[in-house]
């Protein structure tokens, strides 16, 4: 069975510091997929970045970079120079080959706090 | 380009009712989702749909729960007795493919009384 498993329920940062949010998995799956979203108050999902399982590099996109080590089962999303904006809800999420065929689950997330 | 499109935005109902909800993918998108978020929690997968074809529904409580896409474009998601367990945020997402990146509407939220 899959399962994801975010074990921050709440985390704080000052603002322009890094911060890392923690992600961990678990799948038998040969192949899948890992994501991370943004959901601010609003409530809309927001696509941050995606690592997929034969990835050799990690996976970059502007501020976010996902620290992905696939022998502990570990997708972090780590978020440079915080903004204020970036105040939100974080879901880790992955798309493996289940019965059904690129099911997707996801973590109860994680809430960030950036202070000014 | 425009964005997964959903509404309504707010529903309040008592329960016993029946409530639909609609959403309209991004243009070119065959892969259509439903989650159901309740407060608090991560999104979980309702049904996905590929064109006008079901790829999964193992989530979906088909005692109360319906949801189609006639035309492999927009769907509905049909609620029909309304529990008060069922408030939540409905979220729908679409994809180029299975494969693909979901990107997600902003959402139906629902408050069963």
Not at chain 2, 19 to 27: D, E, M, T
């Amino acid at each position: 069975a899959q399962k994801i498993t975010q074990t921050q329920p709440g985390m704080f940062v000052q603002e322009k510091e890094a911060v890392t949010l923690d992600c961990t998995y678990d799948t038998s799956d040969p192949s899948y997929g890992l994501f991370w979203y943004k959901q601010p108050s609003s409530g809309e999902m927001i696509f941050l970045i995606y690592q997929g399982s034969y990835d050799q590099q990690n996976a970059t996109e502007g501020r976010y970079s996902l620290n992905f080590q696939k022998a502990r089962k570990s997708a972090n999303l780590v978020i440079s120079a915080s903004q204020l904006g970036d105040s939100a809800m974080y879901f880790c999420a992955m798309r493996g080959l289940g019965s059904g065929g690129f099911k997707t689950i996801f973590g109860a997330g994680t809430r960030l706090f950036v202070k000014a | 380009e425009a964005g997964v499109a959903q509404s309504p935005r707010y529903k309040i109902i008592e329960k016993r009712q029946s409530v639909a909800f609609w959403c309209n993918p991004i243009s070119g998108h065959a892969t259509l989702y439903w989650y159901q978020q309740i407060l608090g929690q991560g999104p979980k997968l309702l049904i996905q749909f590929q064109n006008n074809g079901v790829v999964d529904d193992s989530q979906l409580p088909k005692d109360r729960f319906s949801a189609e896409r006639l035309k492999g474009v927009d769907s509905t998601l049909k609620i029909q007795p309304a529990k008060l367990e069922d408030s939540a945020v409905y979220l729908c997402a679409s994809s180029l493919s299975l494969a693909e990146t979901q990107y997600f509407g902003p959402g139906t939220r629902l408050l069963v009384l």
